[in-house]
Nanobody, 113 residues
Framework: VQLVESGGGLVQPGGSLRLTCAAS????????MRWFRRAPGKERELVAQ????????IFADSVKGRFTISRDNARNTVSLQMNSLKPEDTAVYYC???????WGQGTQVTVSS
């Protein structure tokens, strides 16, 4: 199983980033996919999730209305579009397949002026 996150970086408050996770080694279309984040000194937080056929999405209250999650089952990728970014969104972001005990290396998102 491999989960490879990309797309992080440094962005100013109010800016946007799009994170992408490339998944391999398991039947991607069978799994709920999630994005988590871990900020310095804080617990890991579930940010968003999407069901296998992309019919249902869930978001943390802190990101509702600003983040969207999508998936491309033909390419085995899941993406997180992050708009109106705030300094408190600064964290390492990870994707995860629900029920599988594997994590990628994460991608750092820093929101700062």
């Amino acid at each position: 199983v491999q989960l490879v996150e990309s797309g992080g970086g440094l962005v100013q408050p109010g800016g946007s980033l799009r994170l992408t996770c490339a998944a391999s080694g398991f039947t991607f279309t069978s799994y709920v996919m999630r994005w988590f984040r871990r900020a310095p000194g804080k617990e890991r937080e579930l940010v968003a999730q999407i069901t296998p056929a992309a019919r249902t999405t869930i978001f943390a209250d802190s990101v509702k209305g600003r983040f969207t999650i999508s998936r491309d089952n033909a390419r085995n990728t899941v993406s997180l579009q992050m708009n109106s970014l705030k300094p408190e969104d600064t964290a390492v972001y990870y994707c995860h397949a629900a029920g599988l005990g594997y994590w990628g290396q994460g991608t750092q998102v820093t929101v700062s002026s």
